[in-house]
Nanobody
């Protein structure tokens, strides 16, 4: 079955860097776009970054452009989110996401990891 497992979150001070990882299994990772979302209490989950299956194209939310970098290693079935110059407003639970074809249902299914908490505070 499809699994997405995030790691790398923690409590950090403003201005420092952190790298999140998402290990994927149960599907052909190199065929799919991967996304990072984040969510704070009481608010909707928001797209942070997206990367195409080959890694050739990336997109970012305006709030993280120039500070965050999404990348992937298809040999390791892992997608990363390098977060630099962290700000308190980056505090959130970060989720890995993929829409994967499901042969049983004949459609794409939306899969999420359990998330990893990033807290930016002095």
């Amino acid at each position: 079955q499809v699994q997405l497992v995030e790691s790398g979150g923690g409590l950090v001070q403003p201005g420092v860097s952190l790298r999140l990882s998402c290990a994927a299994s149960g599907f052909t990772f190199s065929n799919y776009v991967m996304r990072w979302y984040r969510q704070t209490p009481g608010k909707e989950r928001k797209l942070v970054a997206r990367i195409t299956n080959t890694g050739g194209s990336t997109n970012y939310a305006d709030s993280v452009k120039g500070r965050f970098t999404i990348s992937r290693d298809n040999a390791k079935n892992t997608v990363y989110l390098q977060m630099n110059s962290l700000k308190p407003e980056d505090t959130a639970v970060y989720y890995c996401n993929a829409d994967v074809w499901n042969h049983e249902t004949g459609g794409y299914m939306d899969y999420w990891g359990k998330g990893t908490l990033v807290t930016v505070s002095s």
